[in-house]
C-alpha cells in the first residue's frame, strides 16, 4: 500500500495526470460547445481517430509535424461540417449520423492504414513525426513545479488555453450568444433574424477542430504512432465531463481532470502485481460512478426546485 500511495504522490504521477487529461478535455470541450448549440453530438471519438491517422499519415508524407498537425484539424472541422450537413441538409437523426462518423473512425482509419501500409494494427512502418514539447522559462527552474508542469507537449498546454478561449466564446461575443439562443430556443432565435442551420453548423464545425486537435495529440503528442482505436474511449470520457459540468468550459476542465487523474492511477497501478484487466477498468468504472452521483445530485435538484 505504501508503494502505492509513493508512486500517486509523486511528481511524476502529476505529470502524468496532466498529460492524460489532455484529449479528455478537447472531447469534453468539443462536447460543451455542440451542447450549447442544441446539437447531440456523440462523434468525438470516431472524430479523434480520423485526425489521429490523418496527422500520422500527412506528417511522414511531408516530413512535417506541423503540416500533419494542420492536416488533423482541418479533417477535424470538416468532420464537423459534414455531420451538420447530414442532421440538418439531409435529415438524419443526430444519434445515428454520430454513430456513423464513429463506425468510420473506428474502421475506416484500420482499412485505409492496411492501403497505405499493408499493416492493420499500427503506422510504426510510417516515418511519423511528432509535435515539439515546451519547456516553460523561468518556472522549468522551480524544483518540483517544474518538473510537474513544464516539458509536457504544446498541445497539453494549448488544451488549458482552449477552456478559455471557449469560455470567452462562448459568454463574451456575438457569437457565443447565437450560438447559445440556438440551442436554447431556436424559435425564438430565428424570430430575431439569426440563422439557425448557419450557427450551429459553425458550432459543429468548432467541435470538429477541438476533437482534431486531441486525435492530433494522441498520435502526435502522447505517442508518435496510430494504432487500432488509440483513443481507448477518451472521446465518450469527454462527453461524460461535459455533462458533468453542466456544459460549462472551466467546470468541463475541472470534470476532465478528475478523469486524467482516474486514468493516471489506472496507469500507475500497472507497473504493480494487480491483474491488468481490473486495472484498465479504473477509467470508466470512475465515469460511471461520477455520472451516476451526477445524476443523482441533479434529480435531487429539479425536485427541491419544483416544491
Known amino acids: 500500500m505504501d508503494n502505492i500511495l509513493d508512486l500517486i504522490f509523486s511528481v511524476s504521477f502529476v505529470f502524468s ?19 450549447r448549440a442544441g446539437i447531440g453530438n456523440i462523434t468525438m471519438e470516431g472524430t479523434m ?57 473506428s474502421g475506416g482509419t484500420v482499412f485505409f492504414l492496411f492501403a497505405l501500409t499493408g499493416v492493420r494494427g499500427i503506422s510504426t512502418s510510417l516515418s511519423s513525426k511528432v509535435m515539439p514539447s515546451v519547456d516553460i522559462p523561468v518556472i522549468k527552474d522551480i524544483p518540483i513545479l517544474g ?9 497539453t498546454y494549448l488544451s488549458f488555453v482552449a477552456v478559455f478561449i471557449i469560455w470567452y466564446l462562448l459568454f463574451k461575443t456575438s457569437t457565443g450568444l447565437r450560438i447559445r439562443a440556438v440551442g436554447e430556443n431556436p424559435g425564438a432565435a430565428e424570430s430575431v433574424g439569426i440563422n ?40 465518450w470520457i469527454g462527453i461524460a465531463a461535459a455533462a458533468m459540468s453542466g456544459q460549462h468550459p472551466v467546470l468541463a476542465m475541472v470534470a476532465s481532470i478528475l478523469f486524467g487523474i482516474a486514468d493516471a492511477v489506472a496507469n500507475t497501478l500497472q507497473t504493480i502485481n494487480l491483474p491488468s484487466q481490473l486495472v484498465l477498468m479504473i477509467p470508466y468504472v470512475v465515469t460511471l460512478l461520477a455520472m451516476s452521483l451526477y445524476a443523482y445530485i441533479d434529480l435531487k435538484r429539479k425536485k427541491r426546485s419544483s416544491f
Request: proline letters at 1%.
Open 17 to 35: 495526470v496532466l498529460r492524460l487529461t489532455t484529449p479528455i478535455l478537447f472531447a469534453a470541450l468539443s462536447s460543451v460547445i455542440s451542447e
Open 49 to 105: 481517430l480520423i485526425s489521429a491517422f490523418t496527422g500520422v499519415v500527412v506528417s511522414a508524407w511531408t516530413g512535417s509535424a506541423w503540416i500533419g498537425f494542420l492536416a488533423a484539424v482541418v479533417i477535424g472541422g470538416l468532420t464537423g461540417w459534414l455531420l451538420s450537413y447530414i442532421i440538418f441538409k439531409l435529415v438524419v437523426n443526430d444519434i445515428l449520423a454520430g454513430t456513423a462518423v464513429n463506425l468510420i473512425g
Open 147 to 155: 518538473e510537474m508542469i513544464s516539458g509536457h507537449n504544446l498541445l
Open 196 to 235: 439557425v442551420y448557419k450557427t450551429k453548423t459553425i458550432a459543429l464545425v468548432i467541435a470538429g477542430v477541438l476533437s482534431g486537435i486531441g486525435g492530433a495529440y494522441m498520435s502526435m503528442g502522447y505517442v508518435s504512432w496510430f494504432v487500432k482505436d488509440i483513443t481507448a474511449g477518451r472521446g
